[in-house]
């Protein structure tokens, strides 16, 4: 079957790092997604990954490695409104959008 | 990026009637929208997906009699819950995009339902 796996939960200081990581089995893989969701909302974009290595975009980098099967999302000098879940996604064979449960990230003052 | 529409943002109705949720592609031309539900603390649900002109594909597990998806336009899709009951209550969220691999999903603002 097609799974992939995210911490449930993590909690980091205001302007710490944090790193959130995702494993994925799908069958095919045409890009990796991440999104922040925040409670009551829509899922935001935030990056595509379809090659290995890191993509940086501002305070959010994401990387991924097809060979592991592993992806994670890098997020740099946290603010309190960084506080949210992030989902991570695969593309697989067919297209489809496959979800993770999400990872609920918890920023402390 | 491109914009999803999707109304109403939130919804109560009493047990046993219908409710439609509209999802519109304002700026370009979805040829797939794909319809989530999501339940308190849990991931984005594939319900179904619908192709412009044609019936929509379920999820094993989702009744096509209960939750009616109709694909008429490029722009336009609606989901219908029909009969709805206090289970049905969930927030529901359309996306849309083209089968090209490049393309996130683009996403409308999700409509919370509250069946009373």
């Known amino acids: 079957g097609q799974n992939i796996d995210q911490p449930t939960e993590m909690t980091a200081t205001e302007g710490a790092i944090v790193q959130i990581n995702c494993t994925y089995q799908?069958?095919?893989?045409?890009?990796l997604f991440w999104y922040q969701q925040h409670a009551g909302e829509a899922p935001t974009f935030l990056s595509y990954?379809?090659l290995d290595g890191l993509e940086e975009k501002g305070r959010f980098s994401s990387f991924l490695s097809r060979s592991k099967g592993y992806s994670y999302l890098l997020l740099k000098e946290l603010q309190m409104k960084d506080s949210a879940s992030y989902l991570c996604a695969v593309k697989d064979s067919n297209y489809q959008l496959i979800w993770g449960a999400g990872t609920k990230l918890i920023i402390k003052p | 990026g491109a914009v999803v529409s999707q109304h109403p943002s939130w919804v109560i109705c009493k047990s046993g009637t219908s409710v439609k949720i509209e999802c519109r592609s304002l700026?370009?031309?979805?040829?797939?929208m794909f319809w989530y539900r999501q339940f308190p603390k849990q991931s984005l649900m594939l319900m179904a997906t619908?192709?412009?002109?044609?019936?929509?594909?379920?999820e094993q597990g989702v009744e096509k009699d209960k939750f009616l998806i109709n694909h008429a336009s490029l722009t336009l899709s609606t989901l219908t819950v029909t009969s709805a009951h206090p289970e049905d209550s969930s927030f529901y969220i359309c996306?849309?995009?083209?089968?090209?691999?490049?393309?996130?999903?683009?996403f409308g603002q999700g409509t919370r339902l509250t069946v009373v």
């Open positions: 996306s849309a995009g083209t089968p090209d691999r490049n393309t996130e999903a683009f």
């Open positions: 799908t069958s095919g893989f045409n890009g």
């Open positions: 990954n379809v």
């Open positions: 700026d370009f031309q979805a040829t797939t």
């Open positions: 619908s192709n412009e002109g044609s019936k929509a594909t379920y």
